[in-house]
């Protein structure tokens, strides 16, 4: 299958998953928190079925190849190709009636990421990606994705979704960080990494995320120039902390200054 059959089968999976998601938003839907402990993580039913319908037609369609997703779990995650699946990233935001959140739907082959999307079906945004090209479509048009220039950290606009998510260590070494950008903005989810992609903000500092966080993010933001590592350097597809920058320049610096 070549990358632009993956492309039209993924349009087919941001179809299903909106239409499952689209019911639930800005209504009176009940929420679970998922959270052992004494955090908030929450989940809904447009989660379930959105996840459920792209399972079912990744099945249908690809029997043998793997699934991970958020709310149910792996299936097949050896396989040569695996699916990566979070049918509402920025639930939080969702729940409060924003509109700062997507489905990430992402595809690897032997771990590695070859093409990802983040739909968001409520303003009818697409943002995808194959590590190579990245491109926009919705009602401002379809374009092509590039990420902009920014040398220096000074330039820098800065997003996460919240320190609040950060142990006490990391949020001291993204405070230092934070002081030097020219501006730091806080929400987002999977909606800033995009408009990184589209070169409207330069650096996003993360922790804490899972694989299907970031992995259907990667090929967006290298397909339009970018860089996404982990905090020291490595490779973000299992996620964990995660820093994703428009300029290597800037990256380089932030690393640094993670670093020391």
Request: charged share 20%; hydrophobic share 45%.
């Amino acid at each position: 299958m070549t990358a632009i059959d993956f492309a039209a089968f993924v349009d087919e999976l941001a179809a299903v998953s909106g239409e499952a998601i689209l019911p639930f938003f800005r209504t009176a839907l009940s929420v679970e928190n998922k959270s052992r402990g004494h955090g908030f993580d929450p989940v809904t039913a447009a989660d379930r079925a959105a996840e459920s319908a792209m399972r079912t037609l990744i099945r249908r369609s690809f029997p043998e190849h793997g699934i991970v997703g958020e709310e149910f779990g792996d299936e097949r995650p050896d396989a040569e190709y695996v699916w990566m699946l979070d049918p509402i990233d920025g639930t939080k935001s969702f729940i409060c009636g924003m509109p700062a959140w997507g489905t990430l739907i992402g595809l690897t082959r032997f771990g590695a990421p070859v093409f990802g999307m983040m739909h968001q079906p409520f303003t009818r945004e697409r943002f995808s990606g194959d590590g190579g090209a990245a491109q926009y479509r919705g009602p401002a048009g379809d374009r092509a994705l590039q990420v902009r220039p920014c040398a220096a950290l000074a330039d820098a606009v800065l997003f996460t979704t919240s320190p609040m998510l950060m142990s006490a260590k990391d949020r001291r070494a993204f405070a230092k960080i934070e002081d030097t950008v020219r501006l730091s903005r806080y929400g987002g989810d999977c909606y800033a990494y995009c408009m990184l992609a589209a070169g409207h903000i330069d650096l996003v500092i993360e922790t804490g995320l899972q694989a299907h966080d970031v992995v259907p993010l990667i090929p967006i933001i290298a397909g339009a120039g970018g860089i996404v590592t982990t905090w020291d350097g490595g490779s973000p597809e299992a996620g964990g902390s995660v820093v994703a920058a428009g300029d290597k320049r800037a990256h380089a610096a932030v690393l640094a200054m993670l670093a020391g």
